[in-house]
């Protein structure tokens, strides 16, 4: 047993959400914060809109990325050699379910927003329904990029196996031939 797999699922998942893309957007929320709180202006419906079909199209992609894996650990030698080191798939589920969470919740925040963003007149609420929505849409959107990068790595895994195992069994392929045919030939000296 890997002492990966033995780590607790609560480390697993603070390592998941404690990623650099959070750091990043939380970064970018600042900003709008800063900017939304010293800047002059009314902030509009439109300009949250964008943010509402970014979500959903994140949320989307991110969902897709989610079946995919699902389809690549089932039934396959990559599936059986991943659950050697992560029994329950805990690990290397853990991103996909942060960045649907992610995504989700940047889903609900940036429809709350547009809903609302006109309607309050604090300003330091206005800074901060645009400061979380824009946090949730750009982490929802680097984790995306993330699990992008994620899955293509399992690909190049996946082809490695299959060209391992077709590898292995071409070798055992000619193994046998190669025993049958010592099988069928006698040597002359063992023929007198």
Known sequence: MSSRSNQPVRWIAVRSVLHWDFWSALAVSALVATVALTLEFNPERSWVTPLVWLSLGVLTASLQQWASLRSKLSDSAYGELVRIVDESEIEIKMPYQVTISAALVSVVCSVLAMIFIEAVNLRWVQALFLAVTSMFA???????????RLSLKHDRNIAEVESTREKTEAAQRLRAADQRGRAGSVPPSSAG
């Open 138 to 148: 750009m982490w929802s959107f680097l984790a995306l990029v993330s699990l992008i």
